[in-house]
């Protein structure tokens, strides 16, 4: 009889980025559906094939009714419920995941109502070395010790994020430029997505500010 790992889990309403300790490693999310689970992996059928990510127990799970099952495993004394017991298969999930070793660890795995979509906006976390109306080049670690530089084209459609962005954009009257508002130095999450040749920003969220 096969195990599944028991992880800690919880409901969440807002993701908060933070700091990778390790550096800013590439994060990549695919949508799907459960096909198996076992004692520390899932494998999950996206429009691009089946996708087997590893878990361990610093994987996040969200999903309706794992905060109370987390409850009650810590009343009981247990470090989180079982996967199997939040997930099922035939579910339909979106993964977050990064490269580990050349294998895909899952970092955050949410049950969605539908798994149409296959693989949606990657995510790219980094440092600013420049940005403009129209671009944004950032840097970080690819892991393994290898490094990335990759640079986003930058339209009206980007939405930006960061804290006083929305007092700023207010006290502008409409819409805050994304160079009055990131900078060369600060830390941030791209969301994108291939367009013609480029890389088009989707999402820009800084996740901490540079120090001046």
Not at 79 to 107: C, F, R, T, W
Request: aromatic share 2%; no cysteine; hydrophobic share 40%.
């Amino acid at each position: 009889m096969r195990r599944t790992l028991a992880l800690p889990l919880a409901v969440l309403a807002l993701v908060t980025l933070h700091p990778n300790p390790l550096g800013a490693q590439e994060t990549k999310m695919a949508r799907g559906t459960v096909t198996a689970m076992a004692g520390s992996s899932i494998t999950v059928k996206s429009d691009s094939g089946d996708m087997t990510f590893s878990v361990d127990a610093k994987t996040q799970v969200v999903a309706v009714g794992a905060g109370t099952r987390a409850g009650r495993a810590a009343a009981a004394g247990k470090s989180g419920p079982m996967l199997n017991e939040v997930i099922k298969v035939g579910q339909a999930v979106e993964v977050s995941y990064h490269d580990m070793g050349g294998a895909m660890h899952a970092s955050r795995i949410r049950a969605v109502s539908s798994a149409g979509g296959g693989t949606r906006d990657q995510t790219s976390q980094g440092t600013v070395k420049s940005v403009t109306l129209t671009s944004l080049t950032i840097s970080g670690s690819a892991g393994g010790g290898a490094t990335f530089t990759r640079t986003f084209a930058i339209d009206p459609d980007t939405k930006v994020i960061a804290k006083g962005a929305g007092t700023a954009a207010a006290a502008a009257g409409g819409r805050t430029p994304i160079t009055d508002i990131v900078a060369n130095g600060d830390r941030v999450s791209v969301s994108y997505h291939p367009m013609g040749e480029m890389m088009h920003a989707s999402e820009v969220r800084v996740t901490v500010k540079a120090v001046k």
